[in-house]
């Protein structure tokens, strides 16, 4: 149960680079360019450590989630799209937000990231690093949180800085059609090869989300372009 320095290095190295581009990645620029950096940095710093710990559990004594993260992939393929519609929203001014509101924005971070990232590739890296070291649950947990923080803390850089010299509204509208559009392909991929389902139904269902993101998109911008006037 003793660290295990080179376990440890490799897991963080493993799991660093399969994180970087990943749509996790895309989601905390997303939330740095909207959120305050240190509640974004709180919020998936909380996800990380509470997906990796479950990753290691399960990877070191029982060995397999597949229908819970088939039904966590349609979960977030949901949370996608609603955090898609959600950069629409204007923010209120500074003055308008209270600090009561700080933790109700690092649980709603959180739970978007633990939603995006829960039997993502790189938890199930750690699952697998976890079976493949039974004896080293700590440093594999250790090495993978610390890879997956430090990977998404690039992209909170990167969203941060990005707020500097592209206007507001145009990472709003770009952040939204990023996050519908992989709502709706982890929806149909999920639904096709998770739930086995018949291809046009899997395009119904899709083509239903996707007209009714659509029609909540357009009613966003026009509710807002009337409140401006």
């Known amino acids: 149960m003793g660290l295990n320095i080179a376990v440890l290095f490799t897991t963080l190295f493993m799991v660093l680079i399969m994180e970087m581009g990943d749509k996790t990645q895309l989601l905390v620029m997303a939330m740095a ?46 949370l996608f799209i609603f955090f898609g519609l959600l950069s629409l929203k204007e923010e209120e001014t500074d003055g308008e937000k209270g600090h009561s509101l700080s933790e109700g924005v690092i649980l709603t971070i959180a739970l978007a990231f633990f939603l995006a990232e829960f039997g993502d590739k790189t938890q199930l890296s750690t699952f697998s690093f976890a079976a493949l070291y039974p004896e080293s649950p700590l440093s594999v947990f250790i090495g993978s949180t610390l890879g997956l923080i430090v990977a998404d803390c690039l992209g909170l850089i990167a969203g941060t800085l990005v707020i500097k010299w592209i206007p ?13 559009f992989f709502g709706l392909v982890n929806g149909w991929i999920t639904l096709r090869e998770h739930f086995l389902l018949d291809i046009k139904i899997s395009a119904v269902i899709t083509g239903i989300t996707a007209l009714i993101s659509l029609l909540l998109f357009t009613l966003i911008i026009h509710f807002q372009n009337s409140h401006r006037r």
């Open 33 to 78: 360019s909207r959120y305050k950096p240190q509640h974004v940095f709180i919020g998936i710093s909380l996800a990380s450590i509470l997906l990796n710990m479950l990753a290691v559990i399960l990877g070191t004594y029982i060995g397999g989630i597949q229908v819970i993260q088939d039904c966590v992939r349609i979960g977030a393929s949901i």
């Open 168 to 180: 507001k509204k145009t990472i709003a509208f770009a952040s939204a059609v990023l996050f519908i």
